[in-house]
């Protein structure tokens, strides 16, 4: 699963979008020269992401073997590349060169993969003896360059030679490393064969380590007894316990040996983490080191405990300030939850949060005072003391007060802007801060801070002006550019009409097509439509819930004409795709869905008829790739065309999922994501018992709802506001995603044919919940534009109401692009246009606000399927 830091990579290319890092512009001058020179008569040269990959003619291919890292710093990088290519030629071994200058940064920057920062250039010796022979030949041939440790290999003598054992490719294979079994899907991760010919994933922790079949070749022993050496002093501090990991920094709490006195320790690693000035982390560590023991004094500051080095990684120990992050205790009183919350706990709270952001203002006062300016304000790094004190616990962007760029590292939203220097870019800082506390959502376009700025005058008993005053000084502050067409009169328009009492719908419906049409690039192979990525290393393609098909979707759901050239372009993307999912929402069956539903049916059957040998490894139960999603997509195609077999395969699907009902609720199976709720849980295994029942089945199929539909809402829990969540493992969800509004469509359902006091009142609980007030994402699956869809769909008393209220805060999240309407995906701070998150599944939920009439998605009304297809209303 996507965790939030592996986002970060994915602001880095483009301004407006979600975009590969690998796709940032470059050009000829930036290019090393030895990518650039002819390629060797015979040899084959392809670029892939930030590498250029020569290999020599008739070159023994293997899935995976040795592979030497050679790894420096930015100016050393030319000449060693030329040093590589030319060794590699004359001795014909594989290489892979990073393209240029500027991938070369990419790769080892703040907000990159860890796992590949050092990934610089890279040799592959055919076997052991030519492992030895490439090692001894580079050593002499390089010196001992400086470079940024390669995580996960063994350093070779003194470097800049790195060794590990890897994959050359990804294949399918089951997560967590377990052997395949009968019947079993496959992830596409980087994965070697063991002798018995089993395949496991790749071990890619950042420590070196062999598969256990993998003896160590001779060449390399004294680099691991050096390795596993002692250290030769201890480490002062113990119970280390991460906080946060980046490419070349961490932050750890601990405890310091010979005190017992807490810590946190800050963790830099030489030449890594490069920011946008070419500082890499120790660099950093060492500026805030200095300003922090010039600034000892000041008790808004941590004292410093110690600096210490151990295995070439610096570590700062800074005093751990007793209390709670400004994000957690304004997390914990936050009162706009719902309604009658807000009108009881809003003006305590916004005492409360004005009266913190003056004590800020103190500290940052008490370092301008001497010569010291912030170029981050982040809540996370605010720690707030039991007697009220204000502790600024990360310096990093600290610089002199006549500095007027903007801070080389730091999360957007909460960093100064370029041209502020001194008291100004704290005036700023301290105005982010005010407007997150009071209403914490991420915006980047004016016209969504116009829209925030007056929420919060409706929200809060505030001085009057309040709102005006901060938008007028944030604006002031943070200049006239933004990122493309999210400035002008166009957003505060939309804004203004999605919070108007009696909005245009047509008028909007039509402005959110046009800007689906606006962000379309059918020219790009990889994408049809910006999403927002669903997987390391995936970002837009086909699928129905990050990709092509469910804008598609959407947009013929809505009554919107498809383009021809659309349709083209996601048919022939799914046929050509080398290594497709099976899924309803992430693989064939969703495109198949959306092709037929164009009109599209020969092509919806040749990708069907595709995905059919895939969907006998799919172990997966659930509805989002799972085989409840499958068995239902197979019953529609067998409706249709009245073809038994897909029928057949369907009820195959139901006996199996039927036994695993029986048995118990799903277990989560390594590396994928907690089966509970709509996508991924029980709550969408009951829809195709529902669908079976509704067919004509037998009466146990509602006994199998029921009971699956049960595990899911046993995990719910309700708060104190009322609201019904159900607990994933891990957070408790509101969400329709994977949270508890995802159950209100089984539920409904169930309820049709199966009255239960019970199952009514957790329904009108989801239907509660709702209508919560404050939802910090946009998208249908994860924010409220979900909640929106449940409640248009339900359409109980009061519904109807709450869902045209729900329509106005859609304000709070609205984005002009090329002068239409937009939204932003997870995280809100890229524009996306896929369904999962983005401004196609926003479609789909105001017009089921404003149309009425049933399920924004495939398959969540039991009935819909046999009375008109999922098509338009």
């Known amino acids: 699963m996507m965790k939030l830091q592996d986002y970060d990579r994915f602001y880095r290319a483009d301004p407006d979008f979600f975009e590969f890092p690998e796709r940032l512009a470059d050009d000829a001058p930036d290019r090393l020269s030895a990518v650039l020179r002819e390629t060797p008569r015979g040899w084959e040269r392809t670029e892939a992401g930030w590498w250029v990959r020569l290999r020599p003619p008739a070159a023994r291919t293997s899935g995976q073997g040795w592979r030497i890292h050679v790894s420096v710093t930015l100016p050393q990088l030319e000449r060693t590349a030329e040093i590589v290519r030319e060794y590699c030629v004359h001795r014909g071994l594989g290489c892979d060169l990073v393209r240029g200058v500027t991938a070369a940064h990419a790769l080892a920057d703040v907000r990159a993969d860890r796992l590949t920062s050092a990934d610089l250039l890279v040799l592959h010796p055919a076997d052991e003896t030519g492992l030895a022979t490439a090692l001894g030949d580079l050593t002499a041939l390089l010196e001992p360059l400086p470079g940024p440790y390669v995580p996960g290999a063994l350093r070779h003598g003194a470097g800049p030679l790195y060794v590990r054992y890897a994959a050359a490719e990804n294949r399918r294979c089951p997560a967590g490393g377990h052997p395949t079994a009968p019947g079993d899907e496959h992830d596409l991760v980087p994965a070697l064969e063991r002798p018995d010919g089993t395949l496991v994933p790749e071990d890619r922790r950042p420590v070196f380590r062999l598969p256990d079949w993998v003896a160590l070749p001779e060449v390399l022993r004294a680099d691991l007894e050096a390795l596993l050496a002692p250290p030769q002093s201890s480490f002062p501090y113990r119970g280390v316990r991460a906080l946060s990991q980046t490419t070349g920094e961490g932050t750890y709490r601990a405890t310091e040996s010979a005190t017992d006195r807490p810590v946190l320790l800050h963790e830099a690693r030489p030449h890594a983490g490069l920011d946008v000035r070419g500082d890499d982390a120790v660099t950093r560590l060492a500026r805030e080191r200095a300003l922090l023991e010039r600034l000892a004094d000041l008790d808004c500051v941590p004292d410093v405990v110690g600096q210490h080095v151990r295995a070439g990684h610096h570590f700062l120990a800074v005093e751990a300030p007793s209390g709670r992050s400004l994000a957690e205790a304004a997390a914990a009183a936050f009162p706009l939850t719902t309604d009658d919350q807000a009108r009881s706990g809003a003006a305590d709270y916004a005492k409360w949060a004005l009266d913190v952001t003056d004590r800020v203002a103190d500290a940052l006062d008490s370092l301008r005072r001497r010569g010291v300016r912030l170029g981050e304000l982040n809540p996370e790094h605010i720690v707030l003391r039991p007697d009220g004190r204000v502790v600024l616990t990360r310096l990093r962007t600290a610089t002199d007060l006549t500095d007027d760029r903007p801070p080389s590292v730091g999360e957007e939203g909460f960093t100064a802007p370029v041209g502020l220097r001194g008291a100004a870019a704290h005036t700023h800082l301290l105005d982010t801060l005010r407007l997150w506390l009071l209403l914490p959502v991420p915006h980047r376009a004016p016209a969504t801070l116009r829209v925030l700025t007056e929420t919060v005058d409706e929200l809060y008993p505030l001085p009057a002006e309040f709102g005006a005053t901060l938008l007028s000084r944030l604006r002031r502050g943070a200049g006239p550019e933004g990122p493309q067409g999210t400035d002008g009169a166009s957003g505060t328009d939309d804004a203004r009409a999605l919070a108007a009492e009696h909005p245009d719908w047509p008028a909007l419906r039509g402005r959110l097509v046009a800007g689906l049409h606006a962000m379309a690039t059918p020219e790009r192979t990889d994408r049809l439509f910006p999403g927002t990525p669903s997987g390391p290393a995936s970002l837009g393609g086909t699928s129905f819930g990050h990709g092509a098909a469910g804008v598609l979707y959407a947009l013929h759901r809505v009554g919107a004409p498809v383009p021809g050239e659309y349709a083209d372009w996601l048919a022939d993307a799914a046929i050509r795709d080398p290594d497709p999912r099976p899924g309803l929402y992430d693989g064939l069956h969703g495109v198949a869905l959306t092709l037929d539903l164009l009109g599209h049916r020969d092509r919806a059957l040749a990708v069907l008829e595709r995905s059919r040998p895939l969907d006998a490894r799919v172990v997966r139960p659930d509805l989002a790739g799972g085989r409840a999603g499958i068995a239902l997509n197979l019953l529609r195609f067998a409706k249709a065309t009245h073809d038994s077999a897909l029928h057949d395969a369907a009820l195959r699907i139901a006996d199996d999922l039927a036994a695993l009902v029986v048995d118990g609720p799903p277990v989560p199976r390594t590396g994928t994501p907690p089966p509970y709720g709509l996508l991924h849980g029980p709550a969408g295994i009951a829809l195709l018992f529902l669908q079976l029942y509704e067919d004509g089945g037998a009466a146990g199929f509602l006994e199998l709802a029921d009971r699956a539909l049960g595990f899911d809402v046993a995990r719910c829990t309700t708060g104190s506001d009322g609201a019904l ?149």
């Open 725 to 873: 969540t159900l607990f994933d493992g891990t957070h408790h969800l509101p969400y329709l995603h994977g949270g508890s509004g995802g159950l209100a469509f089984p539920l409904r359902a169930l309820l049709r044919r199966r009255p239960d006091p019970g199952r009514s009142d957790t329904l009108a609980a989801v239907r509660h919940t709702c209508r919560a007030l404050y939802v910090r994402n946009a998208g249908l699956l994860r924010g409220r534009a979900g909640a929106i869809a449940v409640l248009a769909a339900m359409d109980g008393p009061g519904d109807r109401e709450a869902a045209r209220a729900q329509v106005r805060r859609m304000a709070w999240y609205a984005h002009s692009y090329r002068g239409q309407l937009a939204f932003p995906g997870f995280r809100m701070l890229r524009l996306s246009a896929d369904l999962a998150t983005g401004a196609a599944g926003v479609l789909l939920a105001l017009d089921s606000a404003f149309e009425g009439g049933g399920p924004v998605l495939p398959y969540l009304d039991p009935r819909s399927t046999s009375a008109r297809a999922d098509g338009r209303r």
